[in-house]
């Protein structure tokens, strides 16, 4: 398998600078969206921190190494890494402007990784064996081997925006979203901080994979809050989790098998926040892939525009003939 990728990143109608940073990275299987914040001068530089950095640590690991399995496995002996539990899937909490509609159910194999367990890792246990299925939700497993790198890598971003930060007065406070997508073997594995988005197309219907770290997501999810109250709140962009405003992050973790066909598509809130995942399938389903990144920013653009608009799409292919 390999993977093609298209992206378009826009201003929008309403901003005067552009704070979103993206990564297409197709001999990696790499693509990341990050969402600046922190000012005029700490938004741009905490996203693109935060794409480098993960392309950086990623492609690194991996020379250095040989292979993802190693460097994971060296990760897991010498990066302190928060613990992680693997819990049973769930619908994410949609924030749309548009009527509601009822999310696309979770597709087959899809596991979500959270922090804050017990685990352990033995040094010769293969992750083929391992894998990402729970069989309980309470179990502690150890993440695929591209899952673990992939986090590992996204909390070396935050460390370094933390620290950049505290050394200049002009960028303290700065941080951003990240969402990245890793694609290994019959894999996908997305790392998630914040409130970008990754989705799975398949079969027409774009699936969201990530949950939004954001105060409308959380009231949502606790049912404070109606879907009518959230889409006319003016709290829609308070995010309760970032890369970079603090030195830890706890990020969240998605892993799914892939199926020929599918496509995956990061984006930023900027887009979002205007287009439905029901949009977002009917354009992928109906023109070239390679259009659908401008054709989603447009449509975001013509809705309003005020927020930077990055989209990713990304193709799982069948590899080239020899």
């Not at 298209?6 to 990696?28: F, I, P, Q, T, Y």
């Not at 970008?196 to 049912?223: C, K, M, N, P, Y």
């Not at 998605?254 to 809130?269: E, Q, R």
């Not at 205007?274 to 023109?287: D, F, K, L, Q, W």
Request: aromatic content about 4%.
């Amino acid at each position: 398998m390999r993977s093609i990728a298209w992206a378009v990143s826009d201003v929008g109608r309403k901003r005067d600078h552009n704070e979103d940073s993206h990564l297409a990275d197709e001999g990696l299987g790499l693509f990341a969206v990050a969402d600046g914040m922190g000012g005029h001068q700490g938004g741009d530089r905490a996203s693109g921190l935060a794409v480098e950095v993960l392309q950086r640590e990623v492609a690194n690991a991996v020379a250095k190494h040989g292979d993802i399995e190693a460097a994971a496995s060296e990760v897991l002996r010498t990066d302190p890494l928060q613990p992680v539990w693997a819990r049973e899937p769930t619908l994410p909490v949609a924030l749309v402007v548009a009527p509601a509609e009822l999310p696309a159910a979770p597709p087959p194999g899809l596991v979500r990784w959270g922090e804050g367990a017990e685990v352990s890792f033995e040094e010769d246990a293969p992750y083929d064996e391992l894998g990402d299925m729970p069989t309980d939700p309470s179990l502690t497993l150890v993440p695929p081997a591209a899952a673990t790198l992939l986090r590992a890598a996204a909390r070396a971003a935050g460390r370094i925006i933390f620290d950049a930060a505290q050394s200049d007065p002009l960028l303290q406070g700065m941080g951003t979203t990240l969402t990245a997508l890793l694609l290994h073997g019959d894999r996908a594995h997305v790392v998630h901080v914040g409130d970008s988005r990754a989705f799975l197309i398949r079969e027409g219907v774009a699936i969201q994979l990530t949950e939004d770290h954001s105060w409308i997501a959380e009231q949502l999810r606790a049912g404070l809050i109606s879907e009518d109250e959230a889409r006319e709140s003016k709290f829609r962009h308070i995010i309760t989790r970032s890369v970079g405003f603090e030195r830890e992050v706890s990020v969240d973790l998605v892993g799914v098998p892939i199926v020929a066909g599918d496509c995956f598509l990061l984006c930023s809130d900027g887009m979002s926040n205007h287009v439905t995942p029901e949009e977002i399938g009917r354009v992928v389903a109906s023109t070239w892939y390679a259009k659908v990144p401008g054709l989603l920013v447009d449509l975001a653009n013509d809705r309003g525009g005020d927020d930077n608009i990055t989209v990713v799409l990304v193709y799982a292919a069948n590899e080239a003939d020899a």
